[in-house]
């Protein structure tokens, strides 16, 4: 049940207020003008801090999260002010949770004596609960921590904060050669254009794009889609967009967004925090850093000192960064489950202290960085797969391990210079949210794996080609020309095509997709006959009886080369009907 208590410190009184009582309290005219004052003459708070931020979070949020707010209150003035949130999990975090990059209190002396009373105040109102701020500014005073008299052994975590200073370097750094290298290979597609959107019509229309970017990328690289997993996310930032917190920029080429960055603002900073995104097909041309320099300097004249790169290992946040501060962790154990993740984190920080020597040896011998994050992501993945087959039974961890050997598969190459058939599909070339709608039920392909793959292909300029139906991914196929490196990687194709041939391989049907494989096959051949001035080749696997006979089925003529066989396979990734097939 929402409640409040009071407790005395010297003077001064501490309320405590939750549930329904707190979001009472933060909706008075004068609560809500003493938090303003209170904000504005703190130097160590943030935008995160301000009642804007705090007070749509909690309105959007308070059925998963429990708001809790401890004030401070001299004289009939307040001086202190706390915002947190209790999980469903009982752990207590920051108002804002993980959308708010820095949690921490706001009050008007700095002598530590408001947070201790308030940490005690919670702590006494939820005895079994663990506390966490993450991550505390790096202004923010933190001697009372070591002071006498206080009994919550708090602990303490530094984290770097790279900070990239908003001056005339940054055109200087846009002038540099490799820079303009890539602007100038951008251009050559079309008008390269940086854009400030202030429109929340044009916001909320171009959302969903940049949405799919973000999670695109987040669940190639990390097997984590935010927005998908967070149906709150897209309201949320929308309602701060209304309330003026939210600074949005795009880079367009030929009115296409290639990179866009979505950034929290308060106090001539801007954070790093709601998503920066870039198109994968771009990706050779650095369109996520060139938007990053583009933004900078936009923003001199509007008067902004930094741009908070915000803490974590990102390279580009390493190369952007003119320098660094600390920020922190402040935990607060409260139950067991604190002190077994303790134990096991001290395990993990010696295995990385280890692990970081080792690439520290491989990246002497010549293995980068990127290669080892790919092995260890194609690790992962493997252990996915592995849980993920002992959940399905003993056969199918058995067909997983037998797809795990190397072995060599024949393909059969098929040409078509008309389709013979109708179609009728609505096709998508290049969609990322179709992408993003693959499900791993009933397949052997990890999303994660389907992901990733995709992501590496984008990256080498290859196209997609897909139909999906209810959000869930039905078919799609990828298109390449011969004389592409990664294609002339998996396929021994020799002679056997011309050079400039259209290339489709890696077929995907969903189960339910079967009876219209013909049909998506046949609409995909068409479009890319209209723009081919070749014969368009499809590329099968000789076992996979359904594609052999649907190629058939949409004109594609049997070339007789069935000895061309492909390279031992690094992966051999089948769905639930169709094979893909993947190699070094």
Same mark, same amino acid.
């Given at each position: =049940?929402?409640?409040?208590?009071?407790?005395?410190?010297?003077?001064? #009184?501490?309320?405590?207020?939750?549930?329904?009582?707190?979001?009472?309290?933060?909706?008075?005219?004068?609560?809500?003008?003493?938090?303003?004052? $209170?904000?504005?003459?703190? %130097?160590?708070?943030?935008?995160?801090?301000?009642?804007?931020?705090? $007070? #749509?979070?909690?309105?959007?949020?308070?059925?998963?999260?429990?708001?809790?707010?401890?004030?401070?209150?001299?004289?009939?003035?307040?001086? @202190?002010?706390?915002?947190?949130?209790?999980?469903?999990?009982?752990?207590?975090?920051?108002?804002?949770?993980?959308?708010?990059?820095?949690?921490?209190?706001?009050?008007?002396? &700095?002598?530590?004596?408001?947070?201790?009373?308030?940490?005690?105040?919670?702590?006494?109102?939820?005895?079994?609960?663990?506390?966490?701020?993450?991550? /505390?500014?790096?202004? !923010?005073?933190?001697?009372?921590?070591?002071?006498? @008299?206080?009994?919550?052994?708090?602990?303490?975590?530094?984290?770097?904060?790279?900070?990239?200073?908003?001056?005339?370097?940054?055109?200087?750094?846009?002038?540099?050669?490799?820079?303009?290298?890539?602007?100038?290979?951008?251009?050559?597609?079309?008008?390269?254009?940086? *854009?400030?959107?202030?429109?929340?019509?044009?916001?909320?229309? /171009?959302?969903?794009?940049?949405?799919?970017?973000?999670?695109?990328?987040?669940?190639?690289?990390?097997?984590?889609?935010?927005?998908?997993?967070? #149906?709150?996310?897209?309201?949320?930032?929308?309602?701060?967009?209304?309330?003026?917190?939210?600074?949005?920029?795009?880079?367009?080429?030929?009115?296409?967004?290639?990179?866009?960055?979505?950034?929290?603002?308060?106090?001539?900073?801007?954070?790093?925090?709601?998503?920066? !995104? %870039?198109?994968?097909?771009?990706?050779?041309?650095?369109?996520?850093?060139?938007?990053?320099?583009?933004?900078?300097?936009?923003?001199?004249?509007?008067?902004? +000192?930094?741009?908070? $790169?915000?803490? @974590?290992?990102?390279?580009?946040?390493?190369?952007?960064?003119?320098?660094?501060?600390?920020?922190?962790?402040?935990?607060?154990? @409260?139950?067991?489950?604190?002190?077994?993740? +303790?134990?096991?984190?001290?395990?993990?920080?010696?295995?990385?202290?280890?692990?970081?020597?080792?690439?520290?040896?491989?990246?002497?011998?010549?293995?980068?960085?990127?290669?080892?994050?790919?092995?260890?992501?194609?690790?992962? /993945?493997?252990?996915?797969?592995?849980?993920?087959?002992?959940?399905?039974?003993?056969?199918?961890?058995?067909?997983?391990?037998?797809?795990?050997?190397?072995?060599?598969?024949?393909?059969?190459?098929?040409?078509?210079?008309?389709?013979?058939?109708?179609?009728?599909?609505?096709?998508?070339?290049?969609?990322?949210?179709?992408?993003?709608?693959?499900?791993?039920?009933?397949?052997?392909?990890?999303?994660? *794996?389907?992901?990733?793959?995709?992501?590496?292909?984008?990256?080498?300029?290859?196209?997609?080609?897909?139909?999906? *139906? &209810?959000?869930?991914?039905?078919?799609?196929?990828?298109?390449?020309?011969?004389?592409?490196?990664?294609?002339?990687?998996?396929?021994?194709?020799?002679?056997?095509?011309?050079?400039?041939?259209?290339?489709?391989?890696?077929?995907?049907? %969903?189960?339910?997709?079967?009876?219209?494989?013909?049909?998506? /096959?046949? #609409?995909?051949?068409? *479009?890319?006959?209209?723009?081919?001035?070749?014969?368009?080749?499809?590329?099968?696997?000789?076992?996979?009886?359904?594609?052999?006979?649907?190629?058939?089925?949409?004109?594609?003529?049997?070339?007789?080369?069935?000895? =061309?066989?492909?390279?031992?396979?690094?992966?051999?990734?089948?769905?639930?009907?169709?094979?893909?097939?993947?190699?070094?």
């Amino acid at each position: =049940m929402p409640q409040s208590s009071l407790i005395k410190v010297e003077s001064k #009184t501490i309320n405590l207020f939750t549930g329904t009582n707190a979001l009472s309290l933060l909706s008075e005219a004068g609560f809500s003008k003493e938090w303003d004052d $209170l904000y504005k003459s703190c %130097h160590w708070a943030t935008v995160y801090q301000a009642k804007e931020f705090v $007070l #749509t979070w909690y309105e959007i949020y308070c059925n998963r999260y429990l708001p809790v707010i401890i004030t401070e209150i001299n004289e009939g003035r307040l001086t @202190g002010l706390l915002a947190l949130a209790k999980d469903e999990n009982g752990l207590i975090v920051g108002a804002g949770a993980s959308q708010a990059e820095y949690q921490v209190w706001i009050c008007a002396q &700095d002598n530590g004596r408001f947070i201790k009373a308030a940490l005690e105040k919670v702590k006494k109102q939820f005895p079994g609960s663990d506390i966490q701020l993450k991550f /505390i500014p790096s202004k !923010t005073p933190l001697q009372w921590i070591e002071s006498s @008299g206080f009994t919550m052994r708090p602990k303490l975590r530094v984290y770097h904060q790279p900070l990239m200073t908003i001056d005339e370097n940054i055109s200087a750094e846009l002038k540099k050669k490799n820079r303009r290298k890539k602007i100038n290979g951008l251009r050559g597609f079309g008008d390269l254009k940086f *854009e400030r959107i202030t429109d929340k019509k044009t916001f909320c229309y /171009i959302f969903d794009e940049l949405a799919s970017q973000y999670d695109f990328r987040k669940g190639a690289m990390y097997n984590k889609t935010p927005f998908q997993k967070d #149906t709150l996310k897209k309201k949320f930032l929308l309602a701060l967009f209304d309330r003026n917190i939210l600074h949005v920029t795009v880079l367009k080429c030929n009115n296409e967004i290639i990179a866009s960055n979505v950034a929290a603002v308060g106090k001539d900073w801007m954070h790093l925090q709601g998503m920066n !995104t %870039h198109s994968p097909r771009y990706a050779k041309y650095s369109p996520g850093i060139l938007h990053f320099l583009f933004l900078g300097k936009s923003l001199i004249d509007e008067g902004f +000192e930094i741009l908070d $790169l915000t803490p @974590g290992e990102n390279s580009y946040k390493e190369h952007l960064a003119t320098k660094h501060v600390s920020t922190y962790e402040l935990l607060i154990p @409260g139950s067991i489950k604190f002190y077994v993740k +303790e134990c096991k984190e001290k395990l993990f920080y010696r295995l990385l202290i280890n692990k970081q020597k080792i690439l520290g040896m491989l990246t002497k011998i010549g293995i980068n960085s990127k290669d080892i994050k790919t092995t260890l992501r194609k690790v992962s /993945i493997h252990k996915e797969k592995i849980k993920s087959a002992k959940k399905q039974g003993f056969i199918s961890l058995i067909v997983l391990l037998l797809n795990g050997i190397n072995v060599q598969s024949k393909n059969k190459i098929f040409k078509i210079d008309h389709c013979t058939v109708n179609h009728n599909i609505p096709v998508s070339k290049n969609n990322l949210r179709h992408l993003l709608s693959y499900s791993s039920e009933n397949s052997k392909v990890t999303r994660w *794996e389907f992901l990733a793959d995709a992501m590496q292909k984008l990256e080498k300029e290859q196209e997609v080609y897909s139909s999906a *139906e &209810d959000n869930t991914l039905m078919n799609c196929v990828w298109v390449s020309k011969k004389k592409c490196e990664n294609v002339n990687a998996i396929f021994k194709l020799k002679d056997a095509l011309p050079t400039e041939s259209t290339i489709l391989y890696d077929f995907y049907c %969903h189960p339910f997709a079967q009876k219209n494989l013909t049909t998506f /096959i046949a #609409t995909v051949s068409t *479009e890319i006959l209209k723009i081919s001035n070749n014969s368009v080749y499809a590329i099968a696997n000789k076992k996979d009886k359904n594609l052999l006979t649907a190629l058939k089925e949409t004109g594609f003529k049997d070339l007789k080369y069935e000895d =061309m066989q492909a390279e031992e396979c690094d992966t051999v990734m089948p769905n639930s009907d169709l094979i893909y097939v993947r190699s070094k």
